[in-house]
């Protein structure tokens, strides 16, 4: 296909999966796409790992990698107090995610402990310990680097330049959009608030071309409710070169994401996701569940970033291993971060599969415009 | 151009142009599209007056009507008791009301006397009030009617199918799109969150396909976020089988906005609407504005139908005219319904540009489309 961005990265189809599954990130490229590997919360050792492995997997073509590497950070001053961060946790917010799990008949020993394991992440918010990612991600073969959090800081650009990688954003706004093009970055995602994970309020369709128009001609990958080629040929047609999609992948046979939330998202419509602060600290979209209805009905504000992580997440993790051995209790409580698109992923694919059927998609949809205008 | 909705309606492209002014209703039918007047508030001598007023100047095109005729509603036991309903409104809705414009230097003199010319909507909800408007509906040459608020009741699918009517309805879900076809609708629009007035929270991007999927064949026009050609071909690649636009119009020579209110949204971006219960009780897409910030930070719980609407709209009709004669206040208080396609409306247009730009913009995504594919 003729786009920007197959351009760029020598890639046959314009398709980019972001995805936390090194073989989802693997699967995507050989089949023509581009896996872009969302490593926000590897240490360097365990991202050489990862990265060692697609490179194994991966045939020798393009892939890219995703980091939150944020320009300014509560977390900026030297290492992480870890003992200090986890002491910043109020026994309001711990008790209340206690409850939760101790109404649906789930035991919650060994979460406390957990949450010290859960504290690696905070270290790649740290300038240092972002560059020790950088210099990891730099000695492989990537093609991208996207940063998740706003405009890339300069180490980010200037690194990626040296080394010729493409560096993108993700926008939410096309104010944000021009800043991004003004710091240089090479890659627009626009990601509407339909999108799974962090998210704006701007919906894919309105942002998309709100986008196009601030991006001065850097090209602009559309996200954010997009699991079908139709849908892809639909944001080309507005002017998208191309589509990055997140959720999709999370029903696929490869995807890391647990037996029982796969079993949920293959049955969910659109309307089963909800935006919430409970996670994070700042809204994300989510699967509804018990666990995210208790929150929103009932649960303490959430802290600031990174502390609602360390309340929700060891949790989470802890739900997960039981939902898929069988407790109906926590296959009830059990989510994951997707989008609004899980109300059109209902069957079960393999990430080559995924890609093929856009391919297929898109030319449906072409046809569908050539049918209409009579050509 | 080849669409059921053209075949339907023998037009020649398949933009439905939903407006309050019917100005904008013969303009959009006579340039190809069709105009369908939404005539929630009128009583059945205006709308006779209105629709007489669009068959001598529609030159023979065809036209639609939109009403809200509910199937159910607190108002069902006959005439409604307006005295009664006026003392349903409590003292500290109106406070707040005239508190944010008096804050704003803006008199509330004669507010508290317009709620009462407010009322005659109400007429329109109960089933006499709703046929008498249907009457003088289908004494007009109309083709179609569209119901704005859940499943057409049968009296509206029965008189449709008698004068050959065509009955449409608004959709926010899959769920709702399958139990309107079961009905009996004839086309169903699919209308995501980020359209203006009262709307969901799914997204048209995943909404359309998700309604097309369990449409079972009914025709489905896409509605949120539509302001230009290249989205209605992108949603026409997605299965739709047209567009149904109600935004785009607000801003055109036509329209019945206010001149204030219109300058904002030429110069407003896709950030600046809110999705808010303070206008109707239900949620519903505004442009943000002083009033609406002051509603979401400290109003009172909003009223259920159509009781929150007797408080907001005589003050916000108040409003208007007096930014219109250039009060500051006023102007930083008035505000409308509008979806986030807002951000995409930049120059003042007549709504026969607005078309025509549609149609070239409609072939130019076609042609990014064959020139992406190479063909």
Redesign the interface.
Known sequence: ???PICEMFGIEFPLLAFSHCRDVVAAVSKAGGMGVFGAVNHPPDLLEEELAWIDEHVDGKPYGLDLIVPTSSVLQAGPVDKDALLGMLPGEHKQFANDVLEKADVSTSGIEDSRREHLHFTDNLTPDGAGAVLDVALSHPIKLLVNALGVPPQIMLDKGREHSVKVGALVG???HAAKQVDAGVDVLIAA???AGGHC????????V??VVRAAQGTPVLAA???A?G??M???????AAGAWCGSVWLTTSEAETSESVKEKMLTA???DTVRSRSRTGKPSRQLKSAWTEAWEAKGPKPLPMPLQTLISEPALRHLDKLADGGHQGAKELSTYWV???V??MNEKETSGQVVQRFKEEF?E??E???????E
């Not at 040929?233 to 002017?239: K, T």
């Not at 569908?368 to 009579?374: C, F, I, K, S, W």
């Open positions: 296909m003729r786009s706004s096309a104010k509407g608030g339909e704006g309020e701007v919906s894919t369709v309105v942002l071309p709100e954010g409710g997009i079908t139709t849908q040929a639909g944001m080309m047609a507005m002017g419509t659109s309307a989008g609004q698109a109300g059109l030319i949809a072409y569908r415009l050539t049918e209409a205008l009579g």
